[in-house]
């Protein structure tokens, strides 16, 4: 069993910076942030692969976004920049041991989630 617990989020301009945090309980191969706004289905948004290295992106997040993860720490960071009004969700921090897509329904571990506003 593992624990995830995210920190981080908060509200924000339009065109501002967040980084988002989440502390694992133990060790997982691909760790991810997923997102759902209300009235929408949970979406993944960045994930990345401790065996190779490899993080996945959902395009709407592409050159804005990075994922990242302290090993020693058994941390995962979001930095999200140039956030726009349709981030604005509920962001969850997942893991799984096997493949790192980006679908939701193939994550076993979820965190609690942390609540991004983002006013324009």
């Known amino acids: 069993q593992v624990q995830l617990v995210e920190s981080g989020g908060g509200s924000v301009q339009a065109g501002g910076s967040l980084r988002l945090s989440c502390a694992a309980s133990?060790?997982?191969?691909?760790m991810g942030w997923f997102r759902q706004a209300p009235g929408k289905e949970r979406e993944g948004v960045a994930t990345?692969?401790?065996?190779?290295?490899?993080?996945y992106y959902a395009d709407s997040v592409k050159g804005r976004f990075t994922i990242s993860r302290d090993y020693a720490k058994n941390t995962l960071s979001l930095q999200m920049n140039s956030l726009k009004a349709d981030d604005a969700a509920t962001y969850y921090c997942?893991?799984?041991?096997?493949?790192?897509?980006?679908?939701?329904?193939?994550?076993?571990?979820w965190g609690q989630g942390t609540q991004v506003t983002v006013s324009s």
């Open positions: 133990g060790y997982m191969s691909c």
């Open positions: 997942a893991a799984r041991r096997v493949g790192c897509g980006l679908e939701a329904r193939e994550y076993i571990y």
């Open positions: 990345i692969y401790a065996r190779n290295g490899f993080t």
